[in-house]
């Protein structure tokens, strides 16, 4: 049984949302790192993230992503 703790992050694409991704995936979490637009989930995915397309300002987008 895996025991790594999951963390989901929005705001991922830049700043202190990708800060925080970084930082927990270095201590060992497993991170879903989330964004809003579809190019930045295609780059967190090949910077090695598992993400998701989530815009928090869209109660359709936050049901999708869920």
């Known amino acids: 049984m895996n025991h790594q ?3 989901l ?3 991922c694409s830049s ?3 990708r800060a925080c991704a970084e930082g927990m995936a270095r201590r060992g979490w497993r991170v879903i790192a989330s964004a809003r637009r579809n ?3 295609r780059a967190l995915q090949d910077a090695g993230f598992e993400s ?3 815009d928090l300002a869209s109660s359709h987008s ?3 992503g869920a």
Do not use: A, K, M, Q
């Open 5 to 7: 703790p999951i963390i």
């Open 9 to 11: 992050i929005t705001g």
């Open 15 to 17: 700043g202190i949302g």
């Open 39 to 41: 190019e930045d989930v």
């Open 52 to 54: 998701v397309l989530i």
């Open 62 to 64: 936050v049901i999708e």
